[in-house]
Each structure stands twice: as C-alpha cells, then as structure tokens.
C-alpha cells in the first residue's frame, strides 16, 4: 500500500519533492495548449534546502506507463507522440548553493505542421549529481543513490477535434492494509491527455437495490497509457454483487460499463 501511494503521488506530481536538499517548487506536471508554429515558455523552480552545494543536471526524455505499475524513460523519439524536439533548456546544468533558490527556464516551440490533434509529451529530468567520496574505512569508493525528478510537459494540439478514449483493462479486489480494495485497470486509447476519476456503483445482485457509490482521486492518464485507480470499499461485507464502473473526465467525458463484483473475506 505504502509503495502504491508513493506511485500515485510521482504520477500526479502536484506537489514539491524532496530528497538530499534539492525540491521542485511548482509542481512535476506542466501542461500548455499550443498552435502552429508558436512558441511558448516555461519554467522550473529549483531549490536546495540542504547547507552544502548542489550540482543538479537536467536533460530530456520520452515516458510512459502501465497499470501494472511499471514505467518507462527512454531517447527523445522513441514515442511518436513525443514533443521533445520541441523543447529547448536554457541550462543542463546548474550548482546551486546552501539555501538556494533558482529557476531553470525553457522554450517550447511547435512545428508549423505538428502533425495529428492531440497531446504530445516529454518529461524533463531533474537529477541531483552526487559526489563519489572515497571511503576511510575501506578500499573503494562509497557511492550515494540519487532519486531523478520526472517534470511531464504535455502540449494539447487542437484539443477541441479529439478526446480521450478510456477502456476498462480489468477490475480486482483485494485487500490492503486490512481494507478490501476494487483496483480498476484503465487505459487511455485516444489521442488526448485526460484526469479521470473513477466511481464505482455496487448493487445486491438480488434485488437491485443500490448499495453504495464509492470514488478512486482524480489522476491524468496520457494517450496510449493505462494506469490502476484504487477505490476503497471495505464497507461492502462479503458477497456477490453487480457494479456499475464509471470513469469521467474533467470535461464530462464519462465512459461505464456493467461487471459482477465479488467480494471476498480473505
């Protein structure tokens, strides 16, 4: 559970991240709807609460994920919906000293002709250099671990002629920290950059009547993507049961569908 709430809170990337002095001041997911042939600007906001100097590198890649949870960075052009030609770093390099503030600043220029309607992305990598420092006690070298900061800039093309497509992959219950837990897989298969939410609607499989309306958070899913969105429902006892998913947008996009729910003791 522990490790799946760390997931969720990278993948939003709403809020600053910190680790060995260096956090992201506004925010790990930066969106722009662009035309032909502007230019548009951006800008990260870096600091070092640590007292010691900080070299932080920073660089480009594509990026995407599964539901199951694993997640891919790979060279600029390995994803054909990748807007990283367009971007331009005015640094790759920074040292920030203890207590530091800066901002690192880029440039989005879109082509004349980007080619489909619909998001195209790139993530802008943020990664603390640490220093190899000899070791005193033994022959060698001690070599600290650094985490990298992923900074999605996702660029909307002509937005209004397209939408997102979400499919249900699959749903399961299972029990998490003592709470059972429906883990609805779903998939973006359009072309557009959405935040969907996730209800679920369970119904005695008798008799019809209405047993609860439960709800996963709000997370952006990219095209051509799938992600598991968690819905609490341990307040269902144990039984059989008919459910209704409903995923919906931001802009009331709602896709359903109807399945049958087991819930289980164990």
């Not at 070092?48 to 790979?74: C, E, H, M």
């Not at 919906?81 to 440039?107: H, P």
Request: proline content about 4%; aromatic content about 10%.
């Amino acid at each position: 559970m522990i490790k799946r709430i760390f997931l969720l809170m990278f993948l939003m990337l709403q809020f600053s991240f910190l680790y060995a002095g260096i956090v992201i001041l506004n925010g790990l997911t930066h969106t722009y709807k662009v035309e032909n042939g502007k230019v548009y600007k951006g800008k990260i906001g870096i600091e070092n609460t640590g007292s010691t100097p900080q070299s932080v590198k920073l660089f480009l890649q594509d990026f995407t994920y599964k539901a199951d949870g694993s997640i891919n960075y790979t060279a600029i052009r390995t994803n054909n919906r990748t807007n990283g030609d367009w971007i331009k770093l005015n640094t790759n390099l920074i040292t920030l000293k203890g207590r530091e503030k800066t901002e690192v600043f880029y440039e989005i220029t879109v082509p004349n002709q980007p080619a489909d309607p619909g998001s195209y992305w790139s993530v802008i990598i943020v990664e603390p250099i640490e220093e190899i420092k000899p070791s005193n006690d033994k022959a060698g070298v001690n070599i600290t671990s650094v985490v990298r900061y992923a900074i999605q800039v996702i660029t909307d093309y002509e937005a209004e002629k397209t939408k997102p497509d979400l499919k249900f992959e699959s749903i399961k219950v299972e029990k998490e920290d003592g709470k059972q837990t429906a883990k609805i897989a779903i998939a973006n298969n359009g072309d557009l950059y959405c935040k969907p939410t996730v209800a679920i609607e369970i119904y005695n499989r008798k008799t019809g009547e209405r047993l609860g309306n439960y709800s996963s958070i709000a997370m952006g899913l990219l095209p051509q993507t799938s992600k598991s969105f968690y819905i609490d429902i341990s307040k269902i006892p144990a039984d059989h049961y008919k459910a209704v998913l409903i995923a919906t947008d931001e802009e009331e996009n709602a896709f359903a569908l109807n399945v049958e729910l087991e819930v289980k003791n164990d």
